[in-house]
């Protein structure tokens, strides 16, 4: 029988990468996005047509619930949130309600409905914040540093909440940065391969960015999506840190981005302080040998071939006029 799955959030990147590893298994895909976003299913390209999309308001439980028990779904990945961190400092208590509300409201719909749905949150390496060891484990103390992380928390334990006490099958994926060439511009990988791709083709001369010495451990979407849907297959609901286990600096990107156009990143790149984010000493980066052993997942992409599809991606979205030489800051 063909397995439904239900993605909140299909729009966005992981959106794409996971409803393209889903209709390639069989399963029916379908999204619920909000009314008024319903504009960005374009952003699925390809998969637009192969995908059911539902036009659901995701602040109310009751239009949840109805979508839902009208689905009977499967499996349902909860991927909806704004996930730009800086943003969350101007509207905290959207972010909470958009990420702990959606997560609540499908929670419990799925729970009142008595159904054997399996539930994937989407969390993220930002819940440990403040950390005081490296590399991370799902049983790593959580201390998040900003409202985004704060909100991904709460979404958090309330789905143990609902595993523990309701004995849903329901599990958090803790992800680490993953990028594609799916990202949108404001993130730093995007930022910095786009802008390479553009000085490159003489379409601008500058580069200005926040702290060169951030670390991050960067992965592939692709990769990161695949480790969600192993995590619905186990026999066991249980939390999984998912990254690379390596750490790299925005300066090394930055090196690896222009190499991949023949550039000496030097003579572009300069550094701006009011884009350098505060209390950024902390190494965030994954552990991931819990999901190397119960699933089976180990990223298969590198961070220099990472870079280098998004560099050549931009190069030739710029030749065909198809996205804008200059990024957001
Ligand atoms: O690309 P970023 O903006 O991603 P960030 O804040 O780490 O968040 C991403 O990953 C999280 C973990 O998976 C997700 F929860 C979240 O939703 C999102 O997907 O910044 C990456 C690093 C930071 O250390 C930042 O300070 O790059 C540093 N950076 C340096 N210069 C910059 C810049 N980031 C941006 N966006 N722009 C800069 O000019």
């Known amino acids: ?195 390479a791709a553009a000085i490159k083709l003489g379409l601008r001369d500058r580069l200005s960015i926040g702290n060169l010495e951030a670390k991050r451990d960067w992965g592939f979407a692709g990769d990161h999506v695949e480790a969600m849907w192993r995590m619905l297959q186990a026999d066991t609901a249980e939390d999984y840190v998912i990254g690379t286990g390596v750490l790299h600096t925005v300066r090394n990107l930055v090196e690896t981005a222009f190499s991949c156009v023949d550039l000496d990143w030097q003579k572009y790149v300069e550094t701006d302080p009011t884009l350098v984010r505060e209390d950024e000493h902390f190494q965030l980066v994954a552990d991931p040998t819990k999901a190397k052993n119960n699933l089976h997942w180990e990223p298969q992409v590198s961070f220099e071939q990472l870079i280098e599809t998004m560099v050549k991606t931009d190069i030739e979205r710029l030749k065909a006029g198809a996205v804008a030489a200059m990024g957001a800051s």
């Open 1 to 195: 029988m063909t397995k439904t799955a239900l993605i909140t959030g299909i729009t966005g990147q992981d959106g794409y990468y996971l409803s393209h590893l889903l209709l390639g298994k069989g399963y029916r895909v379908v999204g619920l996005v909000p009314p008024e976003r319903q504009s960005s299913v374009a952003k699925l390209d390809d998969l637009a047509e192969q995908v059911e999309i539902y036009s659901v308001n995701l602040t109310s439980a009751e239009a949840l619930t109805q979508a839902v028990e009208q689905l009977q779904p499967a499996e349902i990945y909860n991927l909806a949130a704004p996930s730009f961190v800086p943003a969350s400092w101007d509207d905290p208590l959207g972010t909470l309600d958009l990420i702990t509300g959606t997560a609540t409201r499908l929670l419990s719909a799925t729970r009142l409905l008595g159904l054997p749905t399996r539930f994937y949150q989407a969390s993220s390496s930002e819940i440990f914040g403040e950390v005081r060891s490296a590399p991370q484990t799902a049983e790593t103390p959580f201390r998040p540093k900003n409202p985004y992380g704060a909100a991904k928390l709460h979404a958090h334990w309330t789905m143990v909440h609902h595993r523990d006490r309701y004995g849903l099958f329901a599990c958090s994926g803790i992800l680490y940065n993953h990028e594609s060439p799916r990202r949108p511009p404001q993130f730093v990988t995007r930022k910095i391969a786009l802008a």
